[in-house]
């Protein structure tokens, strides 16, 4: 009777420690993967809006909104232009969803990053030097959680600069 006891002592202390494992696997792994969401979402954009900046002609200043957030950045770019148009206009802008968006003239705007991906500041910053214009970019951004157990929670901030084609 005693061995019986002493079984059932060792089998449960066993089994509560692979339950607690089991439960702490399941938590970093739900933190990787919120994380990796997190930077993938936001590597994306950004290299959305490099792209976009490096391969356009100007700035549209009068719309854009620079060294602040939300920040607005408009383009004029030859690239993907309506029929017989020769330069078109691209917007990156936070809406009030937080998300960000990119709008081409004559299309439906799109979001850049899924909807559990919240958008905390987007910054544009206008640089000139002689013969070169660039725009520096700042991009936070954070996972869009119910729980505020730090497991369900990640946090990036990027930043970049990309300097126009043309001016």
């Given at each position: 009777?005693?061995?019986?006891?002493?079984?059932?002592?060792v089998?449960?202390?066993?089994?509560?420690?692979?339950t607690?494992?089991?439960?702490?696997?399941?938590k970093v792994?739900?933190?990787?993967?919120?994380?990796?969401?997190?930077?993938?979402?936001?590597?994306?954009?950004?290299?959305?809006?490099?792209?976009?900046?490096?391969?356009?002609?100007?700035?549209?200043?009068?719309?854009?909104?620079?060294?602040?957030?939300?920040?607005?950045?408009?383009l004029?770019t030859?690239?993907?232009?309506?029929?017989?148009?020769?330069?078109?206009?691209?917007?990156?802008y936070?809406?009030?969803?937080?998300?960000l968006y990119?709008?081409?003239?004559?299309?439906?705007?799109?979001?850049l990053?899924?909807?559990?991906?919240?958008?905390?500041?987007?910054i544009?910053?206008?640089?000139?030097?002689?013969?070169?214009?660039?725009?520096?970019?700042?991009?936070?951004?954070?996972y869009r959680?119910?729980?505020p157990?730090?497991?369900?929670?990640?946090?990036?901030t990027?930043?970049?600069?990309?300097?126009l084609?043309?001016?």
């Amino acid at each position: 009777m005693i061995e019986l006891v002493i079984y059932a002592a060792v089998f449960t202390i066993i089994a509560v420690m692979l339950t607690l494992f089991v439960f702490n696997l399941i938590k970093v792994q739900t933190k990787i993967r919120i994380s990796k969401e997190v930077s993938e979402s936001s590597q994306r954009a950004m290299e959305i809006m490099l792209w976009e900046i490096r391969h356009s002609q100007s700035v549209y200043t009068p719309t854009s909104i620079f060294d602040s957030s939300p920040g607005q950045l408009t383009l004029e770019t030859s690239q993907n232009t309506p029929e017989g148009e020769e330069t078109t206009y691209i917007d990156f802008y936070l809406a009030s969803d937080d998300q960000l968006y990119i709008k081409r003239e004559g299309i439906e705007p799109e979001a850049l990053a899924p909807k559990n991906i919240k958008i905390n500041a987007l910054i544009f910053n206008y640089l000139t030097t002689t013969g070169t214009n660039s725009i520096r970019i700042e991009l936070s951004v954070s996972y869009r959680s119910a729980s505020p157990k730090p497991a369900y929670q990640a946090t990036t901030t990027l930043i970049s600069t990309a300097s126009l084609r043309n001016d």
